[in-house]
């Protein structure tokens, strides 16, 4: 059974990057089949899609964060991450990775990790 | 961006009861949307592709339909369990993906 795990610290400063790694278990990130994607919600808000990666490293962003945003692949520890910079108070949200299918649900999210509060404040 | 509208915003049924969920495009996305179920303290759970088509594991007593800017979710008769969050998404031409604001399915 595939799982997804966000990982990352609970609290960033303003004006700080936030950095967070989505460990892959249960199957590979280098499989053709499939791109990696992180969305966001704010507490008691809506869903926000924030970039996605293939595992050959392209990556797609979402334009109104794409100059903030950086989403990277390691394959050797089947593990992508998101680096945020220059957070401020309306980057506070639950961070989720998720996979999307390219065989099947076509670039729709089927597998989510559980999610990770991630709160700027000083 | 395809800017993707949801209603009503909250719907209030008792169990047995159907469901009809609305969600609306800007502009049209083909058939390129899903629905996304969302329980409190959980990961979205993708029940419809593509519109029409149930995701693994889901009940028959979901359906989508619809394409073009217009898309309907129903279910048919509703579980204890049913009652929850609601978001329909568009992958048409991404990036961006988008989301709709949801549809809160509440228990009248």
């Known amino acids: 059974q595939l799982q997804l795990q966000e990982s990352g610290p609970g609290l960033v400063k303003p004006s700080e990057t936030l950095s967070l790694t989505c460990t892959v278990s249960?199957?590979?990130?280098?499989?053709?089949?499939?791109?990696w994607g992180w969305i966001r919600q704010p507490p008691g808000k809506g869903l926000e899609w924030i970039g996605s990666?293939?595992?050959?490293?392209?990556?797609y962003y979402n334009p109104s964060l794409k100059s903030r945003v950086t989403i990277s692949i390691d394959t050797s520890k089947n593990q992508f991450s998101l680096k945020l910079s220059s957070v401020t108070a309306a980057d506070t949200a639950v961070y989720y990775c998720?996979?999307?299918?390219?065989?099947?649900?076509?670039?729709?999210?089927?597998?989510w990790g559980q999610g990770t509060l991630v709160t700027v404040s000083s | 961006e395809i800017v993707l509208t949801q209603s009503p915003a909250t719907l209030s049924l008792s169990p047995g009861e159907r469901a009809t969920l609305s969600c609306r495009a800007s502009?049209?996305?083909?058939?390129?949307l899903a629905w996304y179920q969302q329980k409190p303290g959980q990961a979205p759970r993708l029940l419809i592709y593509?519109?029409?088509n149930r995701a693994t594991g889901i009940p028959a007593r979901f359906s989508g339909s619809g394409s073009g800017t217009d898309f309907t979710l129903t279910i048919s008769s509703l579980e204890p369990e049913d009652f929850a969050v609601y978001y329909c998404?568009?992958?048409?031409?991404?990036?961006?993906?988008?989301f709709g604001q949801g549809t809160r399915l509440e228990i009248k």
């Open positions: 998720a996979r999307q299918g390219i065989a099947v649900a076509v670039f729709y999210f089927d597998y």
């Open positions: 249960g199957g590979s990130i280098s499989s053709s089949r499939y791109y």
């Open positions: 990666i293939y595992y050959s490293g392209s990556t």
């Open positions: 502009q049209s996305v083909s058939g390129y």
């Open positions: 593509d519109a029409s």
């Open positions: 998404q568009q992958r048409s031409n991404w990036p961006p993906i988008t």
